[in-house]
């Protein structure tokens, strides 16, 4: 038997299979997706390969074939569609075929699993009781210790560890104990729990609590469950405004998967909708569930692996990386607020979730459902033309009404001598809420204290050492770069001309909460960004803190926009509407929709009725209308039409080519190297055949340098996917004359 495997190592050109002879010794022992010692290369060097298939026949002469040298310790397989979703990955994101293994096995390293130890009688309890009465008359105290302990607890045993901690009864004791027939100790394999606030809150809050759906919910929850029972596994986009109650459709419809005896994945954009959204579900639920996320130890991340391989858990909650949760039985994948650019990885392979997602439920026989208030371009596109099924929730559940919305042009608040970063209609409705005792969200897309520090003599400007950026100013009296974290001292006098003149200008989440201190003395408030949600519980601690009303205003970044569900809160306040609208980014209108309508939508939530202040520079903007109208269809319209025009996603597909390395005057010779190159790949098909390609650059990127290494990037447009996937194909044969250059891909960047 011969073995097609795939080395250890992220390297392009050794991007290829290798095939060795399985020992007779490993005969039966091993299959696809096993890690696996392996001797490689003249030196036979000692490296890690996965196996990505078996064969009974040689590929290449028997005599050039090295033996495996042996599983790797603790293996844990993976099964054949999760190998094949990898291959899939690598065509169709581009990337390596280990990259994209390691992307989809859960662990990339054996943890040691956590074992309860429980310590039981192994004779009647009188025979115990005689051992305890003989152990006290020979002064053998921690034995009698012990096995008084273990009478009173006869029946369920004591846990090994509280013996050792607690009754300070050496292993030695308890080990002559069991040789010589008084004990036993049973072993059993423990989980390690990560989401304990939240269940514990769901446990003071009341388990198995089911909200009786709407007509509305109902119709959408009933349509899937049909499907579903039917056999058919379907896509759908729920397009629900904000509090229209999407959640409770999804759980509907898991009870239905759950009921059916099959797994779900649950996948959530940010590691602060964990507590809440494992809170909902565990009431629902109880112990069924699992958390799976980058916050969370090895060996919690571990165990919840195990729990899934195991068949011990039926529904995993997690960000993106959670799609690759190894189900056997896997029923449905749902993508909550699936429009988020988080659900699009960063690492090579760049994939989207929304993709893998689809392909995995198609492979798996599985139904996929995407949920958002704001869905992406892509998705409802998708959905008008037919390809997923659409359905529509138009009103907020229970009582509840969408909030007002006031616009606030800052140029007008100027003009009126007001120069706060507070406009006056935002700061009579947070005076009024306090007032109220009712709670109040305030967003603004930035953390820190100043967004950059300028000299005003010379007007130079304090950047990172390691990135094109700018530095920005935290109170803690740091320069932090927000791309590489570089840190440095505020400075006093201007590096480049020695003037004292130097000042941060900008504002960020940091100056906010003390102007908010200044302006409302009496308020407590909240933080949450990058800086406070540093610490592993930290998001839980926050969360909960507002949610149980220890504070009457929480600022915060991104992250307090996306999901949240306080019935407290009747005000959200966008300070900068306009922060996200001008950058460089074809999907900046799309962006700030986005956040402003789900920002918009954190307010009102409960009984009573709530408001928000958009403000902005730009209150004509077709982006900034629409969310105050809570009329996405309108900003679809508009935004589609400019897409169609300029030939961007989803009317067109783009692809990123990123070259970059460390030499500037290199990575540009380089640079003129590719160029010629890939406007020759373009040209190879015959004129008047296949779809049109669109080349622009190489050039800089925004960002030349980036942690110490410069970068360029080429982008193709192509009314074809396969056109791009072809050209991307062709490029992986590119060899770059300088070692030190990378080339890497980025269908549809986000």
């Avoid at 099924?389 to 003009?415: C, M, S």
């Avoid at 100043?450 to 700018?470: A, E, L, Q």
Wanted: charged fraction near 30%; charge should be neutral; hydrophobic fraction near 35%.
């Amino acid at each position: 038997m011969y073995a097609d495997i795939i080395i250890d190592i992220s390297v392009e050109n050794l991007d290829r299979t290798y095939q060795y002879r399985v020992p007779e010794h490993l005969s039966g022992c091993i299959g696809a997706g096993d890690r696996v010692i392996i001797p490689f290369g003249k030196g036979d060097r000692k490296i890690k390969g996965y196996i990505v298939g078996l064969s009974d026949a040689p590929k290449i002469p028997e005599e050039k074939i090295k033996d495996i040298e042996s599983l790797c310790p603790g293996n844990i397989s993976l099964d054949d569609k999760m190998i094949s979703l990898a291959f899939w990955m690598k065509e169709h994101f581009g990337s390596t075929a280990n990259d994209a293994l390691k992307t989809v096995i859960p662990v990339k390293r054996v943890i040691k699993n956590k074992v309860n130890r429980t310590i039981l009688p192994a004779l009647p309890l009188p025979a115990l009781m005689g051992a305890a009465e003989k152990a006290e008359k020979r002064h053998w105290s921690a034995k009698e210790r012990l096995l008084k302990e273990l009478i009173t607890e006869y029946d369920s045993g004591l846990n090994y560890e509280l013996v050792t901690d607690k009754l300070n009864i050496l292993p030695a004791t308890i080990k002559a104990l069991e040789k010589d027939g008084t004990i036993k100790i049973e072993s059993s394999l423990a989980y390690r729990n990560y989401a304990g606030a939240a269940i514990a809150d769901a446990l003071e809050e009341g388990i198995g609590k089911n909200v009786e759906l709407n007509k509305e919910q109902r119709a959408v929850s009933d349509s899937i469950i049909s499907d579903i029972r039917s056999g058919i596994n379907g896509k759908y986009l729920i397009h629900g405004i904000t509090g229209s109650g999407k959640t409770e459709v999804y759980l509907a419809v898991i009870d239905e998967v759950i009921r059916q005896g099959k797994s779900v994945i649950m996948l959530i954009p940010e590691i602060a909708l964990t507590y809440q959204t494992v809170k909902r579900f565990y009431k629902r639920f109880g112990e069924g569930i699992s958390v799976l996320n980058s916050r969370m130890s090895a060996g919690e991340r571990y165990d919840q692996y195990l729990r899934a391989k195991n068949g011990d858990t039926k529904i995993v909650i997690g960000p993106r990386s959670a799609v690759f949760t190894p189900f056997d039985n896997l029923g449905l994948i749902i993508i909550d607020e699936e429009h988020e650019g988080s659900y699009k990885s960063e690492n090579s392979p760049r994939y989207n979730t929304r993709d893998v997602a689809a392909r995995r439920a198609e492979t798996e026989g599985a139904a996929l459902i995407l949920g958002s208030a704001t869905p992406s371009l892509e998705s409802y596109c998708a959905a008008c033309a037919g390809r997923i099924k659409l359905f529509e929730l138009e009103k907020r559940a229970g009582e509840a009404e969408l909030p007002t919305v006031y616009v606030a042009d800052l140029k007008e608040e100027l003009k009126a001598k007001n120069r706060s970063i507070f406009s006056r209609k935002l700061k009579e409705l947070i005076a009024d809420r306090l007032q109220k005792q009712e709670q109040v969200m305030l967003f603004i897309n930035r953390r820190g204290h100043s967004g950059f520090v300028n000299c005003r003599s010379c007007g130079h400007v304090i950047k990172c050492p390691h990135c094109d950026v700018s530095l920005t100013y935290h109170n803690n009296g740091k320069l932090v770069c927000h791309y590489c974290g570089f840190e440095r001292d505020m400075v006093k006098c201007c590096p480049e001309c020695g003037s004292p003149y130097i000042k941060a200008f900008g504002t960020g989440t940091q100056k906010v909460e003390e102007l908010l201190k200044a302006e409302f003395p009496t308020a407590r408030v909240l933080r949450m960004d990058h800086d406070t949600t540093k610490q592993k519980e930290s998001y839980d601690e926050i969360l909960s803190k507002f949610s149980d009303h220890e504070a009457d205003i929480l600022v915060g970044t991104q992250m307090i926009v996306k999901g949240h569900d306080f019935h407290r809160v009747t005000l959200v306040g966008i300070l900068l509407a306009d922060m996200s609208l001008y950058s460089e980014d074809f999907r900046s209108a799309e962006k700030t929709f986005e956040l402003l309508s789900q920002a918009a939508g954190r307010a009102g939530r409960g009984n009573a009725k709530g408001a928000v202040v958009i403000q902005t520079y730009n209150p004509e903007h077709y982006a900034v209308v629409a969310a105050a109208a809570h009329d996405y269809k309108s900003f679809y319209n508009e935004e589609m039409g400019f897409r169609r025009l300029m030939n961007y996603p989803p009317s067109w597909n783009i692809l990123k080519v990123m070259i970059s390395g460390g030499d500037a005057e290199s990575l540009k010779r380089e640079v003129n190297r590719i160029a010629p190159c890939i406007k020759g790949i373009i040209g190879e098909r015959k004129p008047g055949t296949g779809h049109a390609v669109k080349l622009f650059g190489p050039s800089e990127e925004k960002i030349f340098k980036l942690n110490d290494t410069y970068r360029y990037s080429a982008y193709l447009k192509s009314d074809d996917y396969a056109e791009l996937v072809r050209i991307k194909d062709r490029l992986t044969t590119y060899t770059p004359e300088d070692k030190g250059v990378a080339i890497q891909f980025d269908f549809n960047p986000v």
